[in-house]
Structure formats: structure tokens, C-alpha cells
């Protein structure tokens, strides 16, 4: 397919963040675009405000002018929209359909992986705008330095968050792709564990010959998916083949890792500090960052962030200087407030393997405070899938509240429920509170200062915090 100027373009599902970052593109390049969704939010207002048609609700009536029909995963065939598209002839396209379209005739850096991939893409893009590049971005989050999940800029580079739920990082065509780590999630979507590696490796395999992969060296599975592209490399060099360079990089000190992040530490306006060295050696310091995100799941972030900007000409310096001033996405380690030395923050965390990371970061963020954890489970299949993983993650907290269980696109299965989620985590003092008022009230009632509490979801949960401030804020008032 390809876009031709002056189209109409409808977007079925348009207040997700993978659609309506494709829908901002093509407004901003001039487009018509309209989209429906179940609900508004700030993404739609957002499109609304800068002129896009925006409806609540679906009706088949809203296709009605357009050239293209654009819908998210979760859309099925016989959505109304889709049958009206259909039964008008106006061509139907996945998102993963339309990407190679949109990035026609540019770098794209495509940034992969279980964990890290939205804060790594939002690094990249904050120091190319840093340090005078002007590029295109897709983001799975809203950019606090722009205001948007993402944008048209007038270089040939196009950075884009790539996620594998429904493969829609098959649909690219990256020049500089990176992969942050590989956990088994979605299994909505992905059958098993081989299933979702055989994503990854075809993800790599979308690279041309000249290429560059980067990747992160102290998560295993990348680590081979590393070493077998170097396997690959090894036998196109010795064929005299042009070949793509691999880079690795990691804060563990392994053979393997190519650039490297130590001598951590948090200075004492709280910015994580780190040398970036080239394979672990002191005269190979390539520069000094100060990242104002904690936890060591951040410095291998700004690591992929450093190696992949540093293809496009910028130094590590330069790459340093940006990231000192560098804000991350919303629901991305979100301080919502403080009060009375208790300090509220919003994580995206929702797999095992993050939230122990994000545990970590607010442990070495807020040393001798109590921590609680409150954690809401997103989908049922992912809860059931990963119940032993989740049941020794939470060992950083003082304290866990789970919520009952956020269902997204699916069916509630029989005996995965709040409760029974509890009962499986292997902590002292865990809690199931089956409403938000409730979990409230316990905040209200038993959190003493000094104190963190740590909202763990990728749902809806986040207002358990913005209610405990206010009702907080209202004591003290009085």
C-alpha cells in the first residue's frame, strides 16, 4: 500500500497509543483523519484539538469518505466499522500494514523488547532533539519534553517503540534496531515461550545486510540471540560480505559485553551515576552520565539509548548533556505527589521481572523509608501464565496491596482472581482489596511517614494515588 496525499484516513481504535501515534503523523503531514474509540481520553482530545474528527462510540456511518480503514489489534472482522469499510470497498489495514509506508525513505531505529522498550525510545528521540537532529517518532507513551506520543520533524530519521504483541514489529524496516531484553508475556498472543524467541529472531532478521543490531548482554536471551547474529557475522565476513555490526552492552561485567555502565551511584540530588566504559576497561571511558531516573534497569535503558544515537554521529558526551535533563513518559517511576513525607509514584510495571526492577529502584531511590507496594494485575491469561514469577517479586516491599485483576481485552478465568492472587505471592503482610476506595483507606489509615507507596499497574489503578492525595492534602487543609 502507499500513502497518497489528500487521502482520508479513518482509525478504528484511535485513543491506543500505537494508533494515534500513526494518526498524529498523518495529521501532522497533512492528512484527513478521523478515528472512533469506545472512550475519549487525552490522546483523542489531544487529536481533536489539532484537527482531527473524533467520535465516541462506533457506528458504521463514521467510515462514510474515507480512503483507508486503520485499525488496532484488538478490532475484530466483524467490528461494525470494518464490515461498513468492507461492504464500501475501502481497503482495511492493520497497524504493522501501514508502517512501512509511513517511514518510507528514512533511518529507522526500532527499538524491541520485553521491558525498557518506551523509556529507551523516548532517550533516543530526547537526545537527537538534544543535540540538534530533528526526528520523526512513534512513542508508547506521552513525551513531556513534546507533550505528544509522537511527531514529524524534518530529518530522514524515524525512531519507533516496536512492540511484539501481534507482531507489529514485523511490519518494519529497520536500519538501526535495538532489543532491551526477552521475557515471555502476552500469552494472549504468543502460544509458548519458542513462539514468542521466533518473533524476536525474525524481528533481527528484518535488518539489512549492513545493519546494525544492539542489544542487551546481561538479559539471557538476548545475549544468544547476540551470539548466534555473531555466528552469522563470522561466516558472511569470512565470505567477504558486508555484514551488520552488533554491539552489546550490560552493567554486568561479562565477556560478552561491549560497552558497559559501572561505578554506579546516586549522588546527592538523586541522579543515578555512571561511567560508560568500552569492554570493562578504565582506559577505554568513553564519558560520565547523570540520569535522573533511578535503578539499574535505567542505566542499561540509557545505554541502548548512548549506542544507538552514537550510529547517528552523537557523541557520548553530547548523549550525556541530554539525558541529565531527560524526562520520562508518564507512568514511567511518576512521582504524583508528596505529602507528609509520604511520596506517591505511578509505575507501568506489570511483569514480574519489572516490577522486582521497579522495587529495586525505589528501595536505592528511597533508603530508609517503608515501601508499598501497590500492585494491580493486568489480564488474566499473563496473571495465570506468570503466578510463580509474580509470587517472589515483590521481596523489596514492606508492605502489598493487590488489586483484583484488569481484565483489557479478555474473559475472566475461573479462580484467577484478586484473592487468589494473594494468597500465591510469598511476602508477610499481602493484602487483596477488592475496591480502590478500600485500598484508600487502608493508605489513609495505617502509611506513617516517612514512606514511599509505589502504584504497579497498566490499567486504571494510577487514581488510587490521585484520591489518596487529595483526601491527604484535605486533612491537612482542615
Avoid at 462510540?57 to 464490515?83: C, K, M, N, T
Avoid at 538479559?219 to 548466534?228: I, R
Amino acid at each position: 500500500m502507499r500513502f497518497e496525499d489528500g487521502q482520508h484516513v479513518h482509525f478504528v481504535g484511535i485513543g491506543g497509543y500505537g494508533i494515534s501515534a500513526i494518526a498524529r503523523i498523518l495529521l501532522e503531514r497533512g492528512f484527513s483523519v478521523s478515528g472512533s474509540d469506545r472512550n475519549s481520553n487525552l490522546l483523542t482530545d489531544a487529536l481533536k484539538r489539532d484537527g482531527a474528527t473524533v467520535y465516541q462510540g462506533h457506528a458504521a456511518d463514521y467510515v462514510s469518505g474515507a480512503d483507508l480503514l486503520v485499525i488496532s489489534s484488538a478490532v475484530p472482522s466483524d467490528h461494525v466499522e470494518v464490515r461498513a469499510a468492507v461492504e464500501q470497498d475501502i481497503p482495511v489495514y492493520k497497524r504493522r500494514d501501514v508502517l512501512v509506508p509511513l517511514m518510507r525513505d528514512q533511518q529507522v531505529v526500532a527499538i524491541a523488547g520485553t521491558h525498557g522498550k518506551t523509556t529507551t525510545t523516548s532517550m533516543i528521540v530526547h537526545i537527537l532533539r538534544e543535540s540538534g537532529h530533528d526526528p520523526s517518532y512513534i512513542v508508547g507513551g506521552v513525551m513531556p519534553s513534546t507533550g505528544t506520543n509522537a511527531g514529524v520533524g524534518s530529518d530522514d530519521i524515524f525512531v519507533i517503540e516496536a512492540d511484539e504483541y501481534d507482531l507489529m514489529f514485523h511490519g518494519l524496516e529497520p536500519t538501526i534496531a535495538v532489543i532491551t531484553s526477552i521475557e515471555y508475556d502476552h500469552p494472549d498472543f504468543f502460544k509458548n515461550w519458542a513462539d514468542l524467541q521466533s518473533a524476536f529472531r525474525q524481528f533481527v532478521e528484518l535488518l539489512p545486510n549492513d545493519g546494525v543490531l544492539i542489544g542487551c548482554g546481561d538479559d539471557a536471551a538476548t545475549e544468544q540471540l547476540l551470539k548466534k547474529q555473531n555466528e552469522v557475522v563470522a561466516k558472511a565476513t569470512a565470505d567477504g560480505k558486508i555484514v551488520r555490526k552488533i554491539i552489546s552492552y550490560g552493567v554486568d561485567f561479562l565477556d560478552f559485553v561491549d560497552v558497559l555502565g559501572w561505578h554506579q551511584h546516586v549522588d546527592a540530588e538523586g541522579y543515578t551515576v555512571f561511567d560508560v566504559d568500552i569492554e570493562g576497561k578504565l582506559f577505554g571511558r568513553l564519558g560520565t552520565v547523570r540520569l535522573p531516573l533511578p535503578g539499574k534497569h535505567n542505566i542499561q535503558n540509557a545505554l541502548a539509548a548512548i549506542i544507538a544515537v552514537n550510529q547517528l554521529r552523537v557523541s557520548v558526551d553530547e548523549a550525556a548533556r541530554a539525558l541529565a535533563t531527560f524526562q520520562s513518559t508518564g507512568r514511567r517511576f511518576e512521582t504524583l505527589g508528596r505529602v507528609d513525607g509520604i511520596t506517591v509514584i505511578n509505575d507501568y510495571a506489570h511483569h514480574p521481572t519489572a516490577i522486582k526492577a521497579t522495587l529495586e529502584a525505589t528501595r536505592a531511590r528511597y533508603p530508609g523509608e517503608d515501601v508499598w507496594a501497590i500492585w494491580q494485575p493486568h489480564m488474566f491469561s499473563r496473571t495465570q501464565r506468570l503466578l510463580a514469577d509474580y509470587a517472589t517479586a515483590f521481596v523489596m516491599a514492606d508492605r502489598v496491596l493487590i488489586t483484583d485483576v484488569f481484565a483489557a481485552r479478555e474473559d475472566p478465568i475461573p479462580g484467577v482472581d484478586g484473592g487468589a492472587i494473594a494468597a500465591a505471592i510469598d511476602h508477610p503482610d499481602v493484602r487483596h482489596l477488592d475496591t480502590f476506595d478500600a485500598i484508600v483507606s487502608i493508605l489513609t489509615q495505617e502509611v506513617a511517614r516517612p514512606a514511599v507507596i509505589i502504584i504497579m499497574s497498566a490499567g486504571d489503578a494510577p487514581q488510587i494515588g490521585e484520591t489518596y492525595l487529595q483526601r491527604m492534602r484535605h486533612h491537612h487543609a482542615d
